[in-house]
């Protein structure tokens, strides 16, 4: 039987679900350092699950976990010929994204934009949603960036 994995970045750590026919069958988060979560948590996950197809949150958020995450699925697609598919953050939540100081990404219009925040925002947990709707992952395979140039 063939799993689906679904990764989304977080500012520390990475959010993983695990699903079944698309229906939701595992979820957890593992804080720490981007790589290391991402490296332990395959290594488990594929001692136990044949994982044909990942989808993941593209951003916006972290750059570097946003890159890690980016080079690591792809790799993973390299090497065992696993199925990307992406989309972006605000599909599992609709709650402001730090991006730095007081500025925040949000979704509006289905745009992304960043917007200024008098109060700090607390970092939501992402939603995983029971089903897996694989068509909403349709974005590019490339991370989101949408940082202005300075």
């Given at each position: 039987?063939?799993?689906?994995?679904?990764?989304?970045?977080?500012?520390?750590?990475?959010?993983?679900?695990?699903?079944?026919?698309?229906n939701?069958y595992?979820?957890?988060?593992?804080?720490?350092?981007?790589?290391?979560?991402?490296?332990?948590?395959?290594?488990?996950?594929?001692?136990?699950?044949?994982?044909?197809?990942?989808?993941?949150?593209?951003?916006?958020?972290?750059?570097?976990?946003?890159?890690?995450?980016?080079?690591?699925?792809?790799?993973?697609?390299?090497?065992?010929?696993i199925?990307?598919?992406?989309?972006?953050?605000?599909?599992?939540?609709?709650?402001?994204?730090l991006?730095?100081?007081?500025?925040?990404?949000?979704?509006?219009?289905?745009?992304?934009?960043?917007?200024?925040?008098?109060?700090?925002?607390?970092?939501?947990?992402?939603?995983?949603?029971?089903?897996?709707?694989?068509?909403?992952?349709?974005?590019?395979?490339?991370?989101?960036?949408?940082?202005?140039?300075?």
């Amino acid at each position: 039987m063939f799993y689906d994995l679904l990764l989304i970045p977080l500012r520390n750590g990475i959010g993983y679900g695990i699903y079944k026919e698309c229906n939701l069958y595992k979820q957890g988060l593992i804080e720490g350092k981007s790589l290391d979560t991402l490296i332990g948590l395959w290594i488990k996950i594929k001692e136990k699950y044949a994982i044909n197809r990942i989808f993941y949150a593209r951003g916006p958020g972290s750059l570097s976990a946003l890159k890690l995450l980016h080079i690591f699925v792809h790799t993973l697609s390299i090497t065992s010929g696993i199925k990307l598919f992406a989309t972006d953050n605000f599909y599992f939540s609709e709650h402001p994204i730090l991006a730095f100081g007081n500025q925040y990404f949000i979704k509006y219009d289905g745009e992304i934009i960043l917007k200024a925040f008098d109060v700090k925002i607390k970092d939501k947990i992402p939603n995983f949603p029971q089903k897996l709707n694989d068509k909403a992952f349709v974005d590019p395979l490339e991370p989101l960036y949408v940082l202005p140039a300075v």
